[in-house]
Protein backbone atom coordinates (compact mmCIF):
# COMPACT_ATOMS: atom_id res chain seq x y z
CA UNK A 1 0.00 0.00 0.00
CA UNK A 2 1.57 3.30 -1.18
CA UNK A 3 -0.67 5.28 0.71
CA UNK A 4 -2.16 7.33 -2.25
CA UNK A 5 -6.06 6.44 -2.63
CA UNK A 6 -7.20 7.12 -5.78
CA UNK A 7 -11.75 6.65 -6.21
CA UNK A 8 -13.57 5.21 -7.80
CA UNK A 9 -11.92 1.79 -8.87
CA UNK A 10 -13.78 1.44 -12.12
CA UNK A 11 -15.82 3.91 -14.17
CA UNK A 12 -17.96 2.95 -17.11
CA UNK A 13 -19.94 5.66 -19.01
CA UNK A 14 -20.60 7.32 -22.24
CA UNK A 15 -19.29 9.18 -24.68
CA UNK A 16 -19.71 13.02 -24.38
CA UNK A 17 -20.26 12.31 -20.77
CA UNK A 18 -18.35 13.94 -17.85
CA UNK A 19 -16.63 12.64 -15.14
CA UNK A 20 -14.50 13.24 -11.86
CA UNK A 21 -11.45 11.42 -10.42
CA UNK A 22 -10.28 11.68 -7.15
CA UNK A 23 -6.77 11.26 -5.66
CA UNK A 24 -5.79 12.06 -1.79
CA UNK A 25 -2.03 11.92 -1.56
CA UNK A 26 0.59 10.37 1.30
CA UNK A 27 0.12 11.80 4.76
CA UNK A 28 2.15 14.84 4.54
CA UNK A 29 3.23 14.92 0.68
CA UNK A 30 2.05 18.27 -0.51
CA UNK A 31 2.54 17.62 -4.96
CA UNK A 32 0.57 15.53 -7.03
CA UNK A 33 1.02 14.14 -10.50
CA UNK A 34 -2.17 12.46 -12.91
CA UNK A 35 -0.79 10.09 -15.35
CA UNK A 36 -2.74 8.09 -18.47
CA UNK A 37 -1.72 4.91 -19.39
CA UNK A 38 -3.66 3.86 -22.88
CA UNK A 39 -3.02 0.32 -24.23
CA UNK A 40 -0.95 2.09 -27.17
CA UNK A 41 1.12 5.29 -25.52
CA UNK A 42 2.11 3.74 -21.99
CA UNK A 43 2.15 6.03 -19.24
CA UNK A 44 1.77 10.12 -19.68
CA UNK A 45 2.49 12.67 -17.80
CA UNK A 46 -0.64 14.79 -17.84
CA UNK A 47 -0.16 17.35 -14.93
CA UNK A 48 1.05 18.26 -11.15
CA UNK A 49 -0.16 20.47 -8.69
CA UNK A 50 1.24 21.63 -5.44
CA UNK A 51 -0.08 22.56 -2.72
CA UNK A 52 -3.22 23.71 -4.53
CA UNK A 53 -1.08 25.61 -7.97
CA UNK A 54 -0.63 24.32 -10.83
CA UNK A 55 2.40 23.65 -11.48
CA UNK A 56 3.19 21.40 -15.03
CA UNK A 57 1.16 19.91 -17.76
CA UNK A 58 1.93 17.68 -20.39
CA UNK A 59 -0.14 15.60 -22.84
CA UNK A 60 -3.28 16.89 -20.77
CA UNK A 61 -6.39 17.47 -23.38
CA UNK A 62 -8.04 21.03 -23.30
CA UNK A 63 -11.21 18.66 -22.41
CA UNK A 64 -9.50 17.48 -19.58
CA UNK A 65 -8.80 19.23 -16.28
CA UNK A 66 -7.63 19.19 -12.38
CA UNK A 67 -7.80 21.07 -9.26
CA UNK A 68 -5.97 20.69 -5.96
CA UNK A 69 -8.22 21.84 -2.93
CA UNK A 70 -6.91 22.71 0.46
CA UNK A 71 -6.63 19.67 1.98
CA UNK A 72 -4.15 18.09 -1.26
CA UNK A 73 -6.57 15.89 -2.57
CA UNK A 74 -6.90 16.56 -6.36
CA UNK A 75 -9.60 15.79 -8.86
CA UNK A 76 -9.43 14.98 -12.45
CA UNK A 77 -12.28 16.45 -14.44
CA UNK A 78 -12.90 14.45 -17.84
CA UNK A 79 -15.36 16.06 -20.08
CA UNK A 80 -16.61 15.83 -23.65
CA UNK A 81 -15.32 11.67 -23.19
CA UNK A 82 -14.85 9.74 -26.30
CA UNK A 83 -14.13 6.55 -27.01
CA UNK A 84 -9.96 6.75 -26.71
CA UNK A 85 -10.27 8.12 -23.48
CA UNK A 86 -10.93 4.62 -21.75
CA UNK A 87 -8.03 4.48 -20.27
CA UNK A 88 -6.20 3.31 -16.78
CA UNK A 89 -5.61 7.26 -14.66
CA UNK A 90 -3.14 6.82 -11.93
CA UNK A 91 -2.14 9.76 -9.65
CA UNK A 92 0.89 10.09 -7.59
CA UNK A 93 2.34 11.68 -4.93
CA UNK A 94 6.21 12.99 -4.58
CA UNK A 95 7.36 12.80 -1.34
CA UNK A 96 8.62 15.96 0.36
CA UNK A 97 12.29 16.14 0.12
CA UNK A 98 12.55 13.35 -2.75
CA UNK A 99 12.42 13.07 -6.08
CA UNK A 100 10.45 10.06 -5.44
CA UNK A 101 6.79 9.68 -6.41
CA UNK A 102 3.97 6.89 -5.46
CA UNK A 103 1.49 5.57 -7.26
CA UNK A 104 -2.48 4.89 -6.24
CA UNK A 105 -4.02 1.91 -7.17
CA UNK A 106 -5.68 3.84 -10.23
CA UNK A 107 -8.98 4.46 -11.37
CA UNK A 108 -9.85 1.73 -15.17
CA UNK A 109 -12.35 4.25 -17.10
CA UNK A 110 -14.00 2.49 -20.00
CA UNK A 111 -15.76 5.27 -22.11
CA UNK A 112 -18.48 2.92 -24.18
CA UNK B 1 9.99 11.46 -29.61
CA UNK B 2 10.69 8.60 -26.92
CA UNK B 3 13.14 9.90 -24.77
CA UNK B 4 12.79 6.86 -22.50
CA UNK B 5 13.29 3.40 -24.14
CA UNK B 6 13.52 -0.06 -22.95
CA UNK B 7 14.19 -2.16 -26.08
CA UNK B 8 13.18 -5.75 -25.06
CA UNK B 9 9.64 -5.86 -24.45
CA UNK B 10 10.03 -8.86 -22.81
CA UNK B 11 12.41 -11.28 -20.45
CA UNK B 12 12.19 -14.57 -18.92
CA UNK B 13 14.66 -15.99 -16.95
CA UNK B 14 14.86 -18.91 -14.92
CA UNK B 15 14.20 -18.62 -10.51
CA UNK B 16 17.73 -18.06 -8.64
CA UNK B 17 19.06 -16.75 -11.95
CA UNK B 18 19.65 -13.01 -12.20
CA UNK B 19 17.51 -11.22 -14.12
CA UNK B 20 18.73 -8.24 -15.91
CA UNK B 21 16.46 -5.43 -17.22
CA UNK B 22 17.51 -2.53 -19.61
CA UNK B 23 16.74 0.99 -20.05
CA UNK B 24 18.26 3.40 -22.85
CA UNK B 25 17.18 7.71 -22.87
CA UNK B 26 18.35 10.58 -24.75
CA UNK B 27 17.26 13.90 -22.68
CA UNK B 28 20.85 14.84 -21.11
CA UNK B 29 19.37 16.99 -18.56
CA UNK B 30 17.68 13.67 -16.77
CA UNK B 31 18.98 13.26 -13.58
CA UNK B 32 17.16 10.92 -11.38
CA UNK B 33 16.30 7.60 -12.48
CA UNK B 34 13.93 5.06 -10.75
CA UNK B 35 12.81 1.44 -11.37
CA UNK B 36 9.18 0.21 -10.85
CA UNK B 37 7.08 -2.84 -10.61
CA UNK B 38 3.49 -3.16 -12.16
CA UNK B 39 0.76 -6.07 -11.81
CA UNK B 40 -2.22 -5.65 -13.86
CA UNK B 41 -4.66 -3.56 -12.83
CA UNK B 42 -2.29 -2.52 -10.36
CA UNK B 43 -0.51 1.07 -9.54
CA UNK B 44 3.45 1.28 -10.36
CA UNK B 45 5.14 0.21 -7.14
CA UNK B 46 7.98 1.78 -6.86
CA UNK B 47 11.49 -0.44 -6.50
CA UNK B 48 14.65 1.89 -6.52
CA UNK B 49 16.22 4.96 -7.38
CA UNK B 50 19.50 6.51 -8.86
CA UNK B 51 20.87 9.90 -8.67
CA UNK B 52 23.17 11.11 -11.60
CA UNK B 53 25.84 11.78 -9.23
CA UNK B 54 26.06 7.93 -8.24
CA UNK B 55 26.88 4.70 -10.62
CA UNK B 56 25.20 2.34 -8.67
CA UNK B 57 22.15 2.08 -6.01
CA UNK B 58 21.75 -1.33 -4.29
CA UNK B 59 18.81 -2.54 -2.24
CA UNK B 60 18.41 -6.50 -1.22
CA UNK B 61 17.76 -7.95 -4.10
CA UNK B 62 17.83 -5.03 -6.30
CA UNK B 63 20.77 -3.10 -8.15
CA UNK B 64 20.27 0.05 -10.69
CA UNK B 65 23.89 0.82 -12.50
CA UNK B 66 24.28 3.72 -14.05
CA UNK B 67 26.20 4.71 -17.47
CA UNK B 68 25.54 8.31 -18.10
CA UNK B 69 28.14 8.25 -20.68
CA UNK B 70 26.26 5.50 -22.38
CA UNK B 71 23.39 7.17 -21.50
CA UNK B 72 21.77 3.75 -19.84
CA UNK B 73 20.82 2.29 -17.01
CA UNK B 74 20.02 -1.12 -16.07
CA UNK B 75 17.93 -3.04 -12.90
CA UNK B 76 19.96 -6.34 -11.66
CA UNK B 77 17.40 -9.23 -9.35
CA UNK B 78 19.56 -11.09 -8.20
CA UNK B 79 18.05 -13.73 -7.12
CA UNK B 80 15.09 -13.87 -9.36
CA UNK B 81 11.97 -15.26 -7.94
CA UNK B 82 8.69 -16.15 -9.61
CA UNK B 83 6.94 -13.38 -7.47
CA UNK B 84 9.11 -11.16 -9.42
CA UNK B 85 7.03 -11.65 -12.40
CA UNK B 86 5.85 -8.56 -13.64
CA UNK B 87 6.13 -5.35 -15.64
CA UNK B 88 8.76 -2.91 -14.63
CA UNK B 89 9.38 0.61 -15.94
CA UNK B 90 12.00 2.39 -15.96
CA UNK B 91 11.44 6.28 -15.69
CA UNK B 92 13.46 9.82 -15.62
CA UNK B 93 13.11 12.83 -14.04
CA UNK B 94 14.91 15.96 -14.48
CA UNK B 95 14.84 19.30 -11.83
CA UNK B 96 17.35 21.01 -13.45
CA UNK B 97 16.48 25.01 -13.51
CA UNK B 98 13.19 23.54 -11.34
CA UNK B 99 10.70 23.89 -14.76
CA UNK B 100 9.46 20.26 -14.76
CA UNK B 101 9.23 20.26 -11.55
CA UNK B 102 9.74 16.26 -11.05
CA UNK B 103 6.92 14.98 -13.86
CA UNK B 104 8.33 11.30 -15.09
CA UNK B 105 8.71 10.22 -18.07
CA UNK B 106 8.60 6.31 -18.43
CA UNK B 107 9.92 3.66 -20.57
CA UNK B 108 7.22 1.43 -22.32
CA UNK B 109 7.72 -1.55 -20.14
CA UNK B 110 9.55 -5.08 -19.89
CA UNK B 111 7.33 -8.07 -18.78
CA UNK B 112 9.56 -9.96 -16.58
CA UNK B 113 8.54 -13.95 -16.66
CA UNK B 114 10.15 -15.76 -13.83
CA UNK B 115 10.02 -19.45 -14.43
CA UNK B 116 10.21 -22.06 -11.38
Known amino acids: DSGVTQTPKHLITATGQRVTLRCSPR?????VYWYQQSLDQGLQFLIQYYNGEERAKGNILERFSAQQFPDLHSELNLSSLELGDSALYFC???????????FGPGTRLTVL | DQQVKQNSPSLSVQEGRISILNCDYTNSMFDYFLWYKKYPAEGPTFLIS?????DKNEDGRFTVFLNKSAKHLSLHIVPSQPGDSAVYFCAANTNAGGTSYGKLTFGQGTILTVHP
Open chain 2, 50 to 54: ISSIK
Open chain 1, 27 to 31: SGDLS
Open chain 1, 92 to 102: ASRERGSDTQY
